[in-house]
């Protein structure tokens, strides 16, 4: 894997940190690739269960490289453009991603934000599309994701003004889940990640399968969508944890999960 990110293994989680701190953690083909590289090792590791994403130094993300676009350089993963910018964007996995804002994330960088699960966020950071000053589009998966995370005519004010966001407006719009001071946000990411390590895997996989395959159905009173979560479901209540979980509460005790 490239130093362009680095994946650090704390217990059950994996904190991937985007490591061109020099360039305000601006995406290149380097990074993209050591990032993409990482979320596929977090995806086939059971060992890891949860993924906190973080930047070097004072940026979280900048967002593209603009030198080396500049240079006609291409920033995506040469092996694996299919994941999308950053190669993680159009790159899912059924593991949480957890982003831990540390600080500059406006642009393709928000864009991050939005493709993961959850998110934590420094108090003196700022989120936005400002694409549209400088004639471009969001097109790293803003425009289609902001809607649906938050309110509509609030997710066309931000695509339409450019205008950012402080922390405390994306919380109360949803956007993050938690803002704490700087010096906070990677240790309360950590705190969310492992919260959510200590349950079942199978189950919390499974879970995040569901709520994203949901936005592929319409109504919720139609079949469809029912197969689809019954699907997903059962494998999970057939499993040896599902047998683990009543066990351990009977006996008072915590439970030993297996993954399988």
Same mark, same amino acid.
């Given at each position: 894997m490239?130093d362009?990110?680095?994946?650090?293994?704390?217990g059950r %989680?994996?904190v991937?940190t985007?490591n061109?701190?020099e360039?305000?953690n601006?995406?290149d083909s380097?990074?993209?690739?050591?990032? #993409?590289?990482a979320?596929?090792?977090?995806?086939n590791?059971?060992?890891?269960?949860?993924g906190?994403?973080?930047g070097a130094? *004072?940026?979280?993300?900048?967002g593209?490289?603009?030198?080396?676009? +500049?240079?006609?350089r291409?920033i995506?993963?040469p092996?694996?453009?299919e994941? #999308?910018?950053?190669?993680?964007?159009?790159h899912?996995?059924?593991?949480p991603?957890?982003?831990?804002?540390?600080?500059f994330?406006?642009?393709?960088?928000?864009?991050?934000?939005?493709a993961c699960?959850?998110?934590v966020?420094?108090?003196?950071?700022t989120l #936005?599309?400002?694409?549209? /000053?400088?004639?471009l589009?969001? +097109?790293a998966?803003?425009?289609?994701?902001?809607p649906?995370? $938050?309110?509509?005519?609030?997710a066309?004010?931000m695509?339409?003004?450019g205008?950012? $966001?402080?922390a405390?407006t994306?919380?109360?719009?949803g956007l993050?889940?938690?803002?704490?001071?700087a010096d906070? %946000?990677?240790? *309360?990411?950590?705190e969310l990640?492992?919260? $959510?390590?200590?349950?079942a895997p199978?189950?919390?996989?499974?879970? /995040?399968?569901?709520?994203?395959r949901?936005?592929?159905? #319409?109504?919720?009173?139609?079949?469809?969508?029912?197969?689809m979560?019954?699907?997903?479901?059962?494998?999970?209540?057939?499993?040896?944890?599902?047998?683990?979980?009543?066990?351990a509460?009977a006996?008072? *005790?915590?439970p030993?999960?297996?993954?399988?």
């Amino acid at each position: 894997m490239s130093d362009a990110a680095v994946l650090e293994r704390r217990g059950r %989680v994996a904190v991937i940190t985007l490591n061109r701190p020099e360039a305000m953690n601006a995406v290149d083909s380097a990074l993209s690739s050591a990032v #993409g590289a990482a979320l596929e090792e977090l995806a086939n590791d059971p060992e890891l269960r949860v993924g906190v994403i973080t930047g070097a130094g *004072r940026a979280f993300c900048a967002g593209a490289d603009l030198k080396a676009l +500049a240079q006609g350089r291409d920033i995506s993963d040469p092996q694996h453009p299919e994941y #999308g910018f950053a190669g993680l964007v159009q790159h899912f996995v059924d593991k949480p991603l957890i982003a831990a804002v540390n600080g500059f994330a406006l642009g393709d960088g928000t864009e991050i934000v939005l493709a993961c699960d959850l998110a934590v966020m420094s108090d003196q950071a700022t989120l #936005g599309l400002p694409e549209v /000053k400088r004639g471009l589009v969001a +097109a790293a998966g803003g425009l289609l994701r902001l809607p649906r995370q $938050i309110p509509h005519k609030i997710a066309l004010e931000m695509a339409l003004t450019g205008a950012p $966001i402080d922390a405390d407006t994306a919380l109360r719009w949803g956007l993050v889940n938690r803002v704490v001071s700087a010096d906070q %946000v990677l240790a *309360r990411a950590l705190e969310l990640a492992e919260t $959510i390590a200590a349950n079942a895997p199978l189950a919390v996989r499974a879970s /995040k399968r569901i709520i994203h395959r949901s936005a592929d159905f #319409g109504s919720d009173w139609e079949q469809p969508i029912w197969q689809m979560n019954m699907e997903q479901t059962m494998p999970v209540f057939l499993s040896k944890d599902a047998a683990e979980g009543p066990r351990a509460f009977a006996e008072k *005790r915590e439970p030993r999960w297996r993954g399988e």
